[in-house]
């Protein structure tokens, strides 16, 4: 049977770790282990792509295609013809999966302004 | 209240570092607004979290975004950051009982922690710039805020750090697990690691069926009139099936691909309805055979798509997979449900045309 989550984007280069940890913090998957030098890529199958161990890698050691895994945005992407990796329907106008619509605010001042 | 004037703009304007529209407002310039909250969560709240679930008027759930206080916090008392959608501050707010804390909100446009990380609006950016506009460093005599480890896919902790001054820390995923980590201000590996219960699963149930009600309903109906209520039923049971049942047995339905899962499931569900169609008076012969037929080619179609819509609320779905998914199985289901509606508009033909 197919498995289309063998396989993902994640790199990891190990000679660049500077061993600071953080992709062991923030991974919500236990992807990264700390080893004895340098963080340890243990479970690479279980990566989600979210990109939090590559952002907050002062290193650059780790890179992956962060994104969001979500059949919802993309094929709604593909129907309205557009880019189905960089569409996100959250916070869009048809309504999402976690969001729905967002009022366009250029800036927070006119959300604090309705306060009650 | 420290201010009637509840505003960022006069804020903003004595730091330039942060771009804000109103900046150019004239006026004596009023220190920083801190709001008062608490870590009670009324009936009133848990109504208002009910309803968000059911996505009623979900953009009406956002928090002012700022800085808030909780019990009484002195310039030595830690600093949580948190997202503006009612969900997230609460969840927050409510793990605080008792603790004397800061609480950084910041403007995610109403979205939850992890949906706006992967956004971005959770990001290095905001959290610059709220740190800034708030005036947190006059604040607070430390230099730490504690996120919540779900805003690290858009939060470059070094970034915030050089930029703002501020160290970032990681706490849990779950706000619940606040106060053992406040102990020892060390997440343990089962506080960081995201899971996806059983409760996690049937609470988006909600939201997964209000997606499909309309056209669930409208399908149903017109099946009820054309082909009796077993037919009008059968869309009822491919939707349920796909928004309540998937979710709840996501991982006991053996495969890995949610599609398949789904094909699964639907096909299961739509032995009754083959049972029920083979047995109607008046078939016989092939018209049987595409009674039969028909159940078995559209629900698993159905509720495959709707098991594969499902991926972008679960925790642990990689855009690479999900992207191979819909390749692989989008047709599939396109082609069997097509088939399925020609061959169910066959049957109507041969039963008019009194053939059957």
């Known amino acids: 049977m197919f498995d289309s989550y063998a396989e993902n984007t994640l790199q990891y280069f190990p000679e660049k770790c500077i061993n600071c940890r953080r992709c062991t913090q923030v991974c919500p998957h236990r992807v990264f282990a700390e080893g004895k030098d340098r963080a340890e890529l243990v479970h690479p199958r279980d990566c989600m792509e979210c990109g ?27 129907l309205r013809g557009k880019d189905m990796d960089t569409e996100c329907s959250c916070g869009g106008p048809e309504g999402s999966c976690c969001g729905g619509e967002t009022p366009e605010e250029t800036c927070s001042c006119g959300t604090e302004k309705r306060d009650p | ?18 771009a804000c529209c109103c900046s150019g407002t004239s006026g004596p310039i009023p220190a920083p607004a801190i709001r008062t909250t608490n870590s009670v969560i009324t009936g009133k709240d848990r109504w208002d979290h009910f309803l968000a679930r059911w996505g009623v008027n979900r953009m009406g759930r956002i928090v002012l975004p700022g800085l808030h206080r909780i019990g009484n916090p002195t310039n030595d008392s ?3 950051a948190s997202a503006n959608y ?20 910041l403007d995610t446009k109403g979205i939850n922690v992890w949906c706006a990380a992967g956004k971005g609006t959770f990001g290095t950016d905001e959290l610059v710039r709220r740190i800034q506009v708030t005036g947190l460093f006059k ?9 919540p480890l779900l805003g690290a896919p858009g939060v470059s902790a070094h970034e915030v750090t050089r930029r703002s001054g501020f160290s970032v820390e990681y706490g849990p ?17 089962e506080m960081r690691t995201v899971r996806f219960p059983l409760a996690d699963r049937l609470v988006l149930c909600p939201m997964e069926l209000v997606h499909a009600l309309l056209p669930m309903i409208a399908v ?5 009139f054309l082909a009796g209520p077993v037919a009008g039923l059968s869309a009822v049971a491919a939707v349920l099936a796909g928004t309540v049942l998937f979710p709840a047995l996501l991982p006991v339905i053996p495969t890995h691909d949610f599609s398949t899962k789904g094909f699964l499931l639907g096909a299961i569900v739509a032995i009754p309805f083959a049972a029920a169609f083979a047995r109607a008076p008046g078939l016989s012969g092939i018209s049987q055979i595409i009674a039969v037929l028909v159940p078995f080619l559209i629900i698993p179609a159905v509720v495959a798509y709707l098991a594969l819509n499902f991926t972008g609320s679960t925790t642990f ?11 692989r199985y989008v047709p599939a289901m396109a082609l069997t449900a097509s088939a399925g509606t020609i061959l169910g508009i066959v049957l109507g033909i041969l039963r008019l045309m009194g053939m059957a």
């Open chain 2, 139 to 147: 604040v607070v005599s430390h230099r730490r805020i504690i996120l």
């Open chain 2, 317 to 327: 779905t990689s855009r690479t997979g999900v992207k191979k998914e819909i390749f």
């Open chain 2, 173 to 189: 995923v779950r706000a619940r697990d606040l106060p053992a980590y406040l102990t020892t201000y060390t997440a343990t590996t």
């Open chain 1, 52 to 78: 939090a161990c590559a952002k907050n890698c002062p290193a650059q050691a780790i890179e992956v295609q962060s994104g969001v895994g979500c059949a919802w945005a993309m094929i709604g992407a593909a």
């Open chain 2, 78 to 80: 830690p600093v949580f």
């Open chain 2, 1 to 18: 209240m420290v201010q009637s004037e509840k505003s960022c703009c006069g804020n903003a304007a004595r730091e330039p570092a942060a």
């Open chain 2, 86 to 105: 009612t969900l997230s501050f609460d969840a927050l707010r409510s793990a605080l009982a008792g603790i004397d804390a800061w609480i950084l909100v």
């Open chain 2, 220 to 224: 149903a109906v017109v099946l009820y």
